[in-house]
């Protein structure tokens, strides 16, 4: 039987002499793996379509397992991203991560969205030679997936009582998923970390803000290091 999907491809892996198995993310499956059969002969048709960061059109014929792809047509090839090195090395890392934490076979448009205008942001911000915009992409990014797979930074008021938060002496928990006041943070010998406010502020703006409008973010390293610190931390007590 025959299947068309619109979908991201993920990555690959080499398999036999000449074949590879993709995954792929797309609209109507959510997370699949196919076969592309004899992809790594010279001259094959369907290579250029089924690289790395490219959204596509792809048909797939199966009977049983994997399936065979059997045709392949670009929407989006985000050129702008494969020309620059760092933009490309974080759009690998997002991707990883997304991979990592993704389940096969469930579909979801908001994931599929936030997945297709990150990509489209990060080529954006690359074509307007906007470098420092490029972490603080994948961190939202980052985000805005866990959130949207159910496992939401908690950064307006205390995870623990629920009043809301100072400024000051910010702690994370990741065990509890989130900020805890100063009278939590006293009360609770877990681990936690210290935080800057401006990466609080950087989470709350991430959560409620859509992902192409993201690089108007003003932040600094110092931010994007906190901000990367409390999402490995999350992620550590959480995956």
């Known amino acids: 039987m025959e299947y068309k999907y619109?979908?991201?491809?993920?990555?690959?892996?080499n398999v036999g002499e000449t074949d590879r198995i993709c995954t792929i993310y797309t609209l109507e499956g959510g997370k699949i793996r196919s076969l592309a059969k004899g992809i790594?002969?010279?001259?094959?048709?369907?290579?250029?379509?089924?690289?790395?960061?490219?959204?596509?059109?792809?048909?797939i014929v199966r009977t049983r397992?994997?399936?065979?792809?059997?045709g392949?047509?670009?929407?989006?090839?985000?050129?702008?991203?494969?020309?620059?090195?760092?933009?490309?090395?974080?759009?690998?890392?997002?991707?990883?991560?997304?991979?990592?934490?993704?389940?096969?076979e469930s579909p979801d448009l908001k994931v599929f969205e936030l997945l297709k205008n990150y990509l489209e942001a990060?080529?954006?911000?690359?074509?307007?030679?906007?470098?420092?915009?490029?972490?603080?992409?994948?961190?939202?990014f980052m985000v805005k997936l866990l959130h949207e797979l159910g496992y939401t930074i908690e950064a307006k008021n205390c995870v623990v009582c629920g009043n809301s938060l100072s400024e000051n002496d910010l702690v994370f928990s990741a065990k509890h998923g989130g900020l805890l006041c100063a009278d939590c943070a006293g009360k609770n010998y877990d681990a936690k970390i210290s935080v800057q406010a401006n990466a609080v502020k950087m989470i709350r703006l991430f959560l409620h803000n859509k992902m192409n409008t993201?690089?108007?973010?003003?932040?600094?390293?110092?931010?994007?290091?906190?901000?990367?610190?409390?999402?490995?931390e999350f992620l550590r007590w959480n995956s």
Do not use: W
């Open 40 to 59: 790594r002969k010279p001259h094959a048709k369907l290579a250029a379509t089924l690289e790395n960061i490219i959204l596509a059109d792809i048909t």
């Open 65 to 70: 397992g994997l399936g065979k792809i059997t």
């Open 122 to 140: 990060t080529d954006d911000s690359v074509a307007k030679n906007m470098p420092e915009k490029y972490v603080l992409l994948r961190l939202g």
């Open 72 to 104: 392949s047509i670009i929407e989006n090839n985000f050129t702008s991203i494969k020309n620059d090195c760092q933009a490309t090395l974080e759009v690998f890392a997002a991707l990883n991560l997304f991979d990592r934490l993704v389940d096969f």
């Open 214 to 232: 993201l690089a108007k973010i003003q932040a600094s390293k110092q931010d994007c290091d906190s901000v990367s610190v409390i999402i490995e």
């Open 6 to 13: 619109t979908g991201i491809i993920l990555k690959k892996r």
